[in-house]
């Protein structure tokens, strides 16, 4: 078996690749809006430059954790995550509240994803 590492850091990897899997890190807004419709949608455009990096596409998401520091952006975060996910290529998917790194952020998105 062979595990392949993308971007590797000190604490973690992008992205790591065993058995056909991609298993992609939290990925948090780099924007500094306070939107939680457009913070999702930057995360969502990281989540697909990371999948292509590893030859994969938004298609192929299997499982996706989605982490909100509030439910009460749970609309605002299903309007960009509805025009984003691919028609009937929907993943298994939880989303849960939870306190987040950084008290700017609203979201946080973990995918996993096949390779095609």
Same mark, same amino acid.
């Given at each position: 078996?062979?595990?392949q590492?993308?971007l590797?850091?000190?604490?973690?990897?992008?992205?790591?690749? @065993?058995?056909g899997?991609?298993f992609c890190?939290?990925?948090v807004? /780099?924007?500094?809006?306070? /939107?939680?419709?457009?913070?999702t949608?930057? @995360?969502?455009a990281q989540?697909d430059?990371?999948?292509?990096?590893?030859?994969?596409?938004?298609t192929k998401l @299997?499982?996706?954790?989605?982490y909100?520091?509030d439910?009460?952006?749970?609309?605002a975060?299903?309007?960009?995550?509805?025009?984003?996910?691919?028609?009937?290529?929907?993943?298994?998917r939880?989303?849960?509240?939870?306190k987040?790194?950084?008290?700017?952020w609203?979201?946080?998105i973990?995918v996993?994803?096949?390779?095609p």
């Open positions: 078996m062979s595990i590492r993308i590797p850091a000190a604490r973690y990897s992008e992205a790591v690749i @065993v058995n899997l991609i890190a939290g990925m807004p /780099d924007t500094h809006s306070n /939107d939680a419709t457009l913070q949608e930057d @995360v969502l989540i430059a990371l999948l292509a990096r590893c030859g994969s596409d938004k @299997v499982d996706a954790t989605i909100l520091a439910m009460a952006d749970y609309a975060m299903n309007l960009a995550w509805d025009n984003w996910v691919a028609p009937g290529q929907a993943p298994a939880a989303t849960v509240q939870a987040l790194a950084d008290p700017h609203k979201i946080e973990k996993v994803a096949a390779m």
